[in-house]
């Protein structure tokens, strides 16, 4: 096996690298173990020095970069002047490249110009490239015959106008069609390998494989998780999972996507509690965390544990660590609790969570609309309102506006109001609101709507929320006074005598009616929360109560996405290699 290789150690940091990404290579590729022995014999056997130089005609390390274009339909290729074929740009590793990759990237820029290029990485180590290829040289005059030891590396480029045909270096060049460059036997083994880095799937495996690697809890703990079983939970659970083992999955029961929850019973204990459950019996939650092998962290989603934190600090004692909470309304219940008796860590205000914010005020509008449009009602021809202004409230009036709708605010905080007026918004009185609007949007997490305003609302008004129905509306007693009716999927109809309206999804959040797509840009705060395991272990959290990650490590977990998502902000492209 590679562990029982004796590698030689050297001062030499390209050849330390080399032996390094070398293991972790064919780690990540076992199959490959037999092909590859030479370099492993010239690894192991040779004078150090000659691992790159290019006087050992035995063989020694290369580098190069197969540069696919921001479309991803071309990839560029050079005809080498030696050889006469047409192949990716790349050379031999220089003692003063800090990495074969870094030396990919030197011969790409030499030989072509270009240096707008995002380096897709296929592990964790960026420096493992995604193939190594080994191929023989042929004589040239004092040349004698020998071996490439290829490590080559996969890049988009950004401006493929910064191209410059340098005649020195070779004698033609294509943007070739990159599904015909995979269709050639030579590039067989690659073919798998680039579809797999380009996937979204992948890319988000990879960001999550970094997270785990940096996140290291100074001693062993396990969590319990309040979760929405979507489809890009998975992910962030596995990675979970990795540092503070699950001793129970609890499904959010009004964000259940029923196939994605099938697998993660295969995977976690799953277990089908509601937050009524928990409150009524907090033992449930205490036998959990008594009986776990490590003491635990809970991560929480609204909040769900807020009321009853003393209670299970009394009970849990040492065993319970922590508490990660995710969203503001969820922390504004915790804040209410007053002087906590355990550390809570926030990411609900983080900067990460922005993103997320932004995406999901979307989101909400996609669906209210599409819902709306099932029953022939077109939202843009509505007088729209939000309540709350918050980071939700903002995003869906911004939205909003960008179709434009111009929206009536109101929030209970007059900066918020001022905020929203010189954003283009209405601020009427919240009254007018309740008597003139045609579709409201509830954004405040503070039960804004009930028997009283419902009585108010102008006949016919549609009422949609962006979290739980029990967090945003008062729905008690409003069957005793209204009659109900299910007209549409996903719309419920309430009639009371002069009086009737709509209410979406029965007040849970709209999004949820469908898939909520958030991209990669949910992982942040996802990251940021194992980054919080960190915090929580090695000894920061220097009192109880609410705190929030440090800048340092929210500039980790920012710089890791970049490198990872950065060249894919705009959209996934169809690979044109598939066939």
């Not at 509505?382 to 911004?398: E, L, N, R």
């Amino acid at each position: 096996m590679v562990d029982s290789f004796l590698l030689i150690k050297t001062e030499n940091s390209v050849v330390n690298q080399i032996q390094h990404i070398l293991n972790r290579y064919i780690k990540t590729f076992p199959l490959e173990q037999e092909r590859l022995q030479p370099l492993f014999d010239l690894v192991n056997d040779s004078n150090i020095e000659d691992l790159i130089s290019r006087k050992n005609f035995r063989g020694h390390v290369t580098a190069s970069g197969f540069v696919i274009d921001i479309s991803r339909r071309k990839v560029l290729r050079l005809q080498h002047k030696t050889l006469q074929k047409l192949l990716q740009p790349g050379g031999h590793v220089e003692p003063e490249d800090e990495s074969p990759l870094e030396g990919a990237k030197r011969e790409i820029q030499e030989e072509t110009g270009i240096t707008s290029l995002d380096h897709i990485a296929f592990h964790p180590d960026y420096n493992v490239p995604i193939d190594i290829d080994t191929h023989t040289i042929p004589a040239k005059g004092d040349e004698a015959e020998h071996q490439h030891h290829d490590f080559r590396y996969l890049f988009i480029c950004r401006n493929s106008s910064e191209f410059v045909w340098i005649e020195d270096e070779f004698e033609e060049y294509e943007w070739g069609d990159i599904g015909e460059l995979m269709r050639m036997e030579t590039f067989e083994r690659l073919k798998p390998k680039i579809e797999t880095a380009l996937s979204k799937e992948f890319r988000s495996k990879l960001f999550f494989d970094q997270v785990v690697e940096t996140t290291k809890p100074a001693t062993p703990c396990c969590s319990i998780v309040v979760g929405h079983c979507v489809p890009d939970v998975k992910v962030f659970l596995r990675a979970l999972n990795v540092r503070a083992p699950i001793q129970a999955l609890i499904p959010k029961p009004k964000s259940i996507d029923h196939q994605i929850a099938e697998e993660l019973v295969a995977d976690f204990p799953v277990c089908q509690l509601k937050r009524e459950d928990i409150l009524k019996n907090p033992g449930i939650l205490v036998k959990l965390i008594n009986h776990a092998p490590h003491p635990c962290v809970l991560f929480d989603i609204g909040g769900w544990f807020a009321p009853i934190t003393k209670e299970l600090v009394d009970k849990c004692g040492n065993k319970l660590l922590a508490i990660v909470e995710d969203t503001e309304n969820g922390l504004q219940k915790y804040e209410k609790q007053g002087e906590l008796a355990i550390p809570v860590i926030s990411v609900a205000r983080s900067p990460l969570k922005q993103n997320e914010d932004f995406l999901v005020g979307q989101s909400i509008l996609f669906s209210c609309d599409a819902i709306l449009r099932s029953a022939s009602f077109n939202i843009e021809y509505q007088t729209c309102a939000v309540f709350g202004y918050g980071k939700i409230g903002s995003s869906i009036a911004q939205h909003l506006l960008l179709r434009g709708v111009k929206p009536w605010v109101f929030d209970k905080n007059p900066l918020l109001r001022i905020a929203a007026s010189n954003r283009m918004c209405l601020i009427p009185p919240r009254d007018e609101i309740l008597t003139h609007a045609d579709v409201i949007f509830c954004a405040t997490g503070k039960k804004v709507l009930g028997l009283n305003e419902f009585r108010q609302l102008k006949p016919g008004c549609v009422i949609c929320s962006v979290t739980s129905a029990d967090d945003e509306l008062n729905l008690t007693g409003l069957t005793n006074h209204y009659e109900h009716e299910e007209i549409k999927p996903y719309i419920d109809k309430y009639t009371s005598f002069g009086n009737y309206f709509y209410l979406i999804n029965k007040g849970n959040a709209a999004n949820f009616a469908h898939k909520p797509a958030l991209g990669s840009y949910i992982h942040l705060v996802r990251a940021e929360m194992m980054y919080a395991l960190n915090m929580i272990t090695q000894g920061d959290l220097s009192k109880n109560g609410i705190q929030e990650l440090s800048v340092e490590d929210r500039s980790i977990v920012a710089e890791a996405w970049l490198a990872t998502y950065a060249d894919d902000t705009g959209g996934h492209h169809d690979l044109g290699i598939s066939g």
